[in-house]
């Protein structure tokens, strides 16, 4: 049976290890200084190399003669290592992830190798484990026996508990760089007698993203299935890929808002064959690299020259937002089962044309927005009456009614943002994708954006987003979410960006000097904030001109309804 490349080609020396040099040299070091630590922790995307430099280290902690921090490959364990020695165990966490395998392997570990200085154990994808299973080797890493040595790999870190992170010494693998995954394939190339060409290589290269294991496996494949000289071409039909003009075509569509042409020119594609998962992949690879483009990094781009000149071209009539928004909803398309992929595909690149269009025209003024300009002093409908006596607040007696339709109807007529002559008042088009974003963020206790749907004024004055509000527990409520350090960051993130401006945020109440103090008496009653903290919605205020209430045992501000046959006391 012929032998892969990407196991034919495996590095046996740490020098042969490709794009990881930050973590080969320190491993060489620890070896000539004899400073080798009891666990490693090797975490990196697929096919960056850390298994290999996993048994690559095995064999040079045991190497009888190292060369210059490198196994010499000719003594009788560099031998013994090429026909999978019994002192090198490799376990694969994803199928014995359980305490039962990690229990069997502390009771293992206690016998001595038998012909190696130290026993290896490399744990593939470690994340895998489960937690009973992590707290069990938890205990070996932090007694470990004198011979032997940990060599855990994952591809998802975030998923260890800091326990297992923090007794490992840890090394991050990076993605490979372009220009060395294609030098490494040409290396192959001529090293099988395998003609190919750079356009070929360099599509391969990145199709790969980065892993050179993926790459080396398309490189077999391409050659086993064309056999003869190996063209870009040939590549794209074995990928099942249009060519990148196609896509280049598609994102100039959406660029100059020709819906029409974006639409027929995408199921022309997808009609020849495309798979639409590739498909939103060269589109976004295409908006990438006009984004690149417009920040000034082009030599990052791993296109031709020609090609390269034509997205430039392109990136002139596009600003640098304009594409992030592009990027953005390209990426979030996702197959879906229950519509065609061609729909969805269909769906993602017009709201992408949406998206820019809505860009450019800055949310055109709604006719409701238009009457309140005609009316830029007309005061808020809520008005507080003037009383000597505590007034008296009427709660709905069902609660819940009055607080769904509250949510269906936020704002109404004159209740919406109108602008005070001579101030910079904010938009209603980007005040309400403003509520929808925050829709998403959870505080402390409350959801933040649906607190601001009762800020009924915002304002960008002198360099602040003034947000006043009409009722006091509310403000509180998102006073005390930003104080969060996270929350506030991603308030004023949003803020900023959607207003297009570095803004201080101002919270404050809504026309406060007509705020009575017989408003602050009810709120401070017990049963009035008790509602509130259920959600309840000061609806209606009221004087209290029946001396009874004055000697009632409720509290003062809190309306009681007597029935008419309460007259016998």
């Known amino acids: 049976m012929a032998q892969m490349l990407y196991r034919k080609w ?6 042969d290890v490709v794009g990881q040099e930050h973590i080969t040299r320190t491993l060489r070091n620890a070896v000539k200084l004899d400073r080798i630590a009891h666990a490693y922790l090797f975490c990196g995307p697929k096919g960056t190399g850390k298994t290999s430099t996993a048994r690559i280290l095995a064999n040079l902690v045991n190497c009888i003669n190292p060369v210059d921090g ?21 376990i ?35 994340h895998m484990l489960t937690e009973a299973a992590f707290n069990a080797l938890l205990k070996i890493l932090e007694e470990p026996p004198k011979h032997a040595i940990f060599i855990l790999a994952t ?29 490494r394939l040409r290396e192959i190339c001529d090293s099988e007698n395998a003609v190919v060409s750079e356009e070929a290589l360099s599509l391969i290269t990145r199709y790969a993203s ?37 896509a280049i075509q598609i994102v100039e569509y959406i660029i100059d808002l020709d819906t029409r042409n974006t639409v027929r020119t995408l199921n022309e594609s997808l009609e020849n064959g495309s798979n639409p998962n590739q498909l939103q992949r060269s589109l976004l690879e295409i908006s990438r690299a006009i984004l690149l483009i417009k920040s000034e990094n082009i030599d990052q781009l791993s296109f031709s020259e020609n090609i390269k000149k034509h997205l430039a071209a392109i990136s002139e009539k596009i600003t640098l937002e304009k594409i992030v928004k592009i ?37 055109i003024v709604k006719p409701n927005d238009e009457k309140d300009e005609i009316r830029p002093n007309i005061k808020a409908s809520i008005t507080h009456k003037e009383s000597k006596s505590p007034p008296q607040v009427k709660i709905n007696e069902d609660i819940s009614t009055e607080l769904q339709n509250n949510s269906e109807n936020p704002i109404k007529g004159d209740e919406k943002n109108i602008p005070a002559s001579g101030k910079a008042v904010s938009n209603s088009g980007k005040w309400d994708e403003l509520i929808k974003r925050l829709s998403k963020i959870k505080g402390k206790r409350f959801n933040i954006g649906a607190l601001l749907r009762d800020c009924k004024k915002h304002e960008i004055i002198d360099g602040k987003a003034i947000l006043e509000f009409t009722h006091k527990a509310n403000m509180e409520r998102v006073e005390s979410e930003i104080e969060d350090v996270t929350v506030k960051k991603l308030l004023s993130q949003d803020i900023n960006e959607i207003f297009e401006g570095e803004y ?15 408003n602050k008496v009810a709120v401070t009653s017990h049963l009035v904030r008790s509602a509130q903290a259920i959600g309840a919605l000061i609806l209606e205020e009221k004087e209290n001109t029946n001396d009874e209430s004055e000697n009632d045992e409720t509290s003062p501000g809190i309306s009681k309804k007597h029935d008419e046959n309460s007259t016998r006391n």
């Open 504 to 518: 201080e945020i101002v919270i404050k109440l809504l026309d406060a000097s007509s705020q009575s103090e017989s």
């Open 155 to 183: 591809t998802e870190s975030q998923k260890l508990p800091e326990t297992i992170v923090s007794r490992c010494q840890r090394y991050d693998f990076k993605i490979i760089p372009f220009d060395v995954v294609a030098t």
């Open 92 to 126: 694969d966490a994803a199928s014995n992830r359980g305490i039962d395998d990690i229990r069997d392997l502390r009771e293992k570990i206690q016998f001595t190798p038998n012909l190696f200085k130290y026993k290896i154990y490399i744990v593939d994808e470690v």
């Open 70 to 90: 490198e196994p010499d490959g000719t003594c009788d364990i560099c031998n013994e290592f090429a026909n999978n020695p019994i002192d090198m165990i490799e």
């Open 210 to 246: 980065g892993s050179l294991r993926d790459a080396e496996n398309l490189l077999e494949q391409a050659i086993v299935s064309f056999q003869t000289d190996l063209k870009e071409d040939q590549i794209r039909t074995l990928l099942n890929l249009d060519s990148d003009e196609i």
């Open 10 to 15: 495996r590095p046996k020396r740490l020098t």
């Open 327 to 363: 990027i953005r909803v390209l990426a979030e398309y996702k197959t879906d089962n229950k519509i065609p992929a061609n729909l969805g595909l269909e769906l993602v690149c017009v709201e992408a044309i949406i998206a820019v269009e809505q860009n450019d025209t800055n949310h």
